[in-house]
């Protein structure tokens, strides 16, 4: 069974940093997408951040492409982590780890490509 665990939410001035992580440990499938969303009162859930387990490949979405960089750990295989830097009060929402088997290509980028989904961690930026 799949279950997600994210860490690392904080709040934080403008232009400060943080890391989130996110682990699975289940390891039901052998490679996963691995994904990071964020949801602000009132706003769609948004795409941030994907990568896949077997891969080096990472996508970024537009407004944090520079900024954030999503990574794996090279001793845990199902853990990926959320780099914030140069923060913005636009980054403040509820940040989401989510995950899927991997099916070749590209990560999706809608939350309808997922089907694991962490509990969310807060991040907050003033």
């Known amino acids: 069974h799949v279950q997600l665990v994210e860490s690392g939410g904080d709040s934080v001035e403008a232009g400060g940093s943080l890391k989130l992580s996110c682990a699975e440990s289940s390891y039901t499938y052998a490679t996963m997408c691995m994904a990071w969303f964020r949801q602000a009162p009132g706003k769609e859930r948004e795409w941030v951040a994907a990568?896949?387990?077997?891969?080096?490949?990472?996508?970024y979405a537009d407004s944090v492409e520079g900024r954030f960089t999503i990574s794996k750990d090279h001793d845990v295989k199902n853990e990926v982590y959320l780099q914030m830097n140069s923060l913005k009060s636009e980054d403040t929402a509820m940040y989401y780890c989510?995950?899927?088997?991997?099916?070749?290509?590209?990560?999706?980028?809608?939350?309808?490509?997922?089907?694991?989904w962490g509990q969310g961690t807060q991040v907050t930026v003033s």
């Open positions: 989510a995950a899927d088997p991997y099916r070749g290509g590209y990560c999706y980028w809608d939350p309808p490509g997922y089907n694991y």
């Open positions: 990568t896949y387990t077997g891969g080096s490949t990472t996508w």
